[in-house]
């Protein structure tokens, strides 16, 4: 059973069907797995075999073509009617003499696409060279083109039924957030914490159950708190150190994102004096976002607080979050920094990300914020603060 109403899907081929129109195409061939799962409901693990949703500009569904074996997974999580979900046999899976991007290829031109102007997602993880390649040669006197976010610019702007989604992933991740700080203590192993924390995000709340999120727990520990990527080791958290937590709620694929610190001791005056600029610049960018306003504007807002306290940060502060699978969480379209202008409406939905990373040490603070009819909305209700556990 797909996770929306089908009358919710029909709304988003449509707006992804004006967009193929001025993109100029005759069909769409959809890899991205967040993108598949948006226009017919199809959630499955199996993005790491070439699949596809296609979608023809007409009016007809789209068709699902991947493994043979997730075929029953298009079946129960699908909108699609039955004989729109076709499949490939398993010989193709890592063969070294045919390839899945051949069958999708003889499914394009069952539907007359042979000549036709298909468009791709050049910038989908899961959509590699080989598979264009593979394309290519099997259709010679087709135009591929490269539509690249195409679906990932319609999704930016959600729909009712996924703000209330969006709204329970907050519900897990405050949940979250609070076993994760009560889990960061001096001699806890690192990894013992992230299983706390990898616990609380797939049991969820007593309400409803939690996914596994597209991004695992992010948990930056003493000098790892430095840098924003790093991953969490068996090394007992230490006194006097920060942890930055960047964690989310997942919710049928949707993310709802939430950083905190936690100082372990005293914090040194350098830790409290970014701890509070970069509240009151989060205050000062929150407070620009309307509909109307730019990407820019929210991140002016930001700069200009911070830099009156002394700060500076050459990064972007946020993007559009929502639905998706491994490896990120992130829309791929909007960011508040510099030189985006993209007009906020309402309904857009942005991890506010404010992570300061200095040499040696760090510190973030972040939210999910929605744009309303007059202003914004937090989806989620933490504390913003520098936790200290002495």
Request: proline share 6%; hydrophobic share 40%.
């Amino acid at each position: 059973m797909a996770a929306f109403p089908d009358d919710e899907y029909e709304e988003r081929l449509a707006r992804t069907r004006l967009r193929m129109g001025e993109a100029g195409v005759d069909v769409l061939l959809v890899t991205d797995p967040a993108n598949m799962n948006y226009l017919t409901g199809y959630d499955a693990w199996s993005f790491y075999v070439p699949q596809a949703v296609i979608v023809p500009i007409t009016q007809e569904p789209p068709l699902w073509v991947g493994r043979g074996m997730d075929a029953q997974s298009a079946i129960l999580t699908t909108t699609l009617p039955r004989e729109n979900i076709l499949s490939y046999a398993d010989d193709y899976v890592e063969s070294p003499v045919k390839h899945p991007m051949e069958h999708v290829a003889s499914v394009l031109a069952d539907g007359g696409f042979s000549g036709g102007r298909i468009g791709y997602e050049g910038s989908a993880y899961f959509f590699t060279a080989r598979n264009l390649q593979v394309l290519t040669r099997a259709m010679p006197n087709a135009r591929f083109e490269d539509v690249d976010l195409l679906v990932n610019w319609v999704r930016t702007v959600k729909s009712p039924r996924e703000i209330e989604v969006m709204r329970q992933a907050a519900r897990i991740v405050e949940n979250v957030m609070r076993v994760a700080i009560d889990a960061v203590a001096v001699g806890v192993r690192q990894c013992d914490a992230a299983a706390q924390i990898s616990a609380a995000q797939i049991r969820g709340t007593e309400q409803f159950g939690g996914d596994a999120p597209a991004n695992p727990p992010s948990i930056l520990s003493a000098e790892n708190a430095a840098t924003p990527h790093a991953s969490w080791s068996d090394n007992p958290f230490r006194r006097d150190t920060a942890t930055c937590l960047e964690l989310s709620g997942c919710r049928q694929r949707y993310h709802t994102a939430m950083s905190r610190t936690v100082y372990l001791g005293k914090p040194p005056d350098d830790m409290r004096r970014v701890a509070a600029a970069t509240a009151e610049g989060m205050a000062a960018a929150l407070a620009t976002v309307k509909p109307g306003a730019l990407c820019q504007d929210v991140e002016a807002a930001w700069r200009q607080t911070i830099n009156r306290a002394g700060f500076s940060k050459p990064s972007r502060i946020g993007y559009s979050i929502g639905l998706n699978y491994p490896p990120n969480w992130a829309d791929h379209t909007a960011s508040l920094r510099q030189n985006d202008t993209t007009v906020l409406e309402p309904n857009m939905t942005f991890h506010l990300m404010l992570g300061m990373w200095m040499e040696g040490w760090g510190f973030e603070l972040s939210d999910t914020f929605r744009v309303t009819e007059t202003g914004h909305e937090v989806l989620a209700d933490f504390p913003r603060q520098l936790f200290v556990k002495e």
